[in-house]
C-alpha cells in the first residue's frame, strides 16, 4: 500500500506497467467528501488532482508496477497520517473530537503504529 498522501505541487497519472487489480481512491476538495475509486490493469490509468489526498492499494499481493508522473519536477509529498499524527497533541484531540480512545497520553504511542509508506 502506498498509505494516504498529497502532492501540494503536482497533478499526478498514475499507469499501471505490469500486473493489475491496483485499487486507487481519492478524495475530492474541501467539501466534497465522496471517495473516488477506480481499479487499474495493465495500461490503465488514474489522474489524482493536485493537493488531492490519494493512495493506491495492490490487495492481491501479485508483483504490480506502476509509473507516476507529475505535472511539475517538483510535485513535493506530504503523507497524510503521519504528517497529522506530527502535530501538537492538543491540536490532534480538538480536531478528532477527543476520542475516548486517544488522548494526550497515548498520541505519541499511536503515531508510531502508523505504518511508513513504500514509496
Do not use: W
Not at 489524482?48 to 508483483?63: A, K, L, R, T, V
Amino acid at each position: 500500500m502506498n498509505t494516504p498522501h498529497t502532492h501540494p505541487r503536482a497533478t499526478e497519472f498514475l499507469t499501471i506497467a505490469q500486473g493489475g487489480n491496483v485499487k486507487t481512491r481519492f478524495i475530492q476538495e474541501e467539501g466534497e467528501n465522496t471517495e473516488l475509486a477506480t481499479m487499474l490493469n495493465q495500461y490503465e490509468g488514474a489522474i489524482f488532482p493536485m493537493g488531492s489526498i490519494h493512495y493506491e492499494f495492490n490487495d492481491s499481493c501479485e508483483p504490480a508496477v506502476f509509473i507516476a508522473t507529475f505535472s511539475d519536477e517538483d510535485p513535493g509529498l506530504s503523507r497524510t497520517a503521519q504528517n497529522f499524527f506530527g502535530l501538537n497533541p492538543d491540536v490532534v484531540d480538538a480536531d478528532l473530537t477527543f476520542p475516548s480512545f486517544l488522548d494526550q497520553t497515548n498520541i505519541a504511542q499511536f503515531e508510531k503504529t502508523i505504518p511508513p509508506a513504500f514509496a
